[in-house]
């Protein structure tokens, strides 16, 4: 009995000792491992926007921005910090953008995409199709910028969070507004529209009657099963019970919610068009 108790107490002992030694470890690595990241994103900075002086930094919801300025209070630059959904977790990047909003640089930062597969993400051959690239462009998969065979969901996790990240940037600090839907001026009938989503264009039949929306239907689309049952039919429930587009889209699937906002977006666009 008096061998169990002291062998208890052994453990006990021990474990307190690790537990204050991994305590101590971490206490004393975490700064370190944060200085040099922070030295890191600085040699970041200065190599895409070598004339920035000072930056401000600007929160949006799940994305940081970094505006850069020059000794003359000119704005050089904006550095985005987004993370995405990729196939095997969260892919957390950097997105240069120059002062016109052009794609100048994209820095993965940390992914867990499968090794000789999925970190395409991190190549040259991938990401040099969006440079100069910017908010006029619609980076729409399959067009203007491609996936990579095998590694899919990667690919069209990036080109879908680059495409959005990119509208933000330039509704947010470089004066683009976006398109105001005015639906109750939707002259009553079905239309039809597109957009990009995560995996391709998503297209829908919007119905409209008495200035109300009140049908939405998808009608083709090629999204991640799993993800894409997180958006549909809840945004477009959202859209009817609020009759607006400004809805939540933070659903797990954000890219998926976007693309059928934007999909709705344009069947109504197109409808005031042909109406007047």
Do not use: W
């Not at 307190?16 to 470890?25: E, H, K, N, P, R």
């Not at 009140?214 to 099963?225: F, S």
């Not at 997180?230 to 009759?243: F, H, V």
């Amino acid at each position: 009995m008096r061998n169990i108790l002291r062998l208890s107490l052994t453990l006990v002992v021990v474990g307190i000792v690790s537990a204050a030694l991994l305590t101590g470890m971490y206490n004393l690595t975490t700064p370190i491992i944060a200085e040099r990241k922070e030295a890191e994103y600085r040699e970041s900075l200065q190599c895409c926007f070598p004339e920035f002086d000072t930056f401000e930094t600007v929160e949006l919801e799940e994305d940081k921005f970094d505006l850069l300025y020059d000794q003359d209070g000119d704005l050089v630059g904006i550095m985005a910090t987004a993370v995405q959904q990729g196939y095997d977790g969260d892919i957390t990047y950097n997105l240069a953008f120059d002062g016109e909003g052009k794609i100048i640089d994209i820095i993965i930062i940390s992914h867990s995409e499968t090794p000789g597969v999925g970190e395409v993400i991190t190549t040259d051959d991938f990401q040099e199709q969006f440079m100069g690239k910017s908010y006029e462009d619609p980076l729409t998969t399959g067009e203007d910028v491609d996936t990579v065979s095998g590694a899919t969901i990667s690919t069209s996790s990036m080109i879908g969070s680059i495409r959005r990240v990119t509208g933000v940037a330039a509704e947010s600090f470089l004066g683009v507004e976006s398109e105001e839907i005015d639906i109750v001026s939707v002259p009553d009938g079905v239309y039809s529209g597109s957009a990009p989503g995560a995996g391709g264009p998503i297209s829908v039949e919007v119905e409209v009657s008495g200035g109300e929306i009140i049908r939405i239907d998808v009608l083709d689309q090629n999204e991640t099963p799993t993800y894409y049952i997180e958006s549909y039919p809840l945004i477009p429930e959202q859209i009817i019970a609020d009759q607006n587009l400004d809805v939540d889209t933070k659903t797990g699937a954000t890219l998926s919610a976007e693309g059928i906002i934007n999909a709705v977006r344009d069947a109504l666009s197109g409808a005031l068009e042909d109406g007047s």
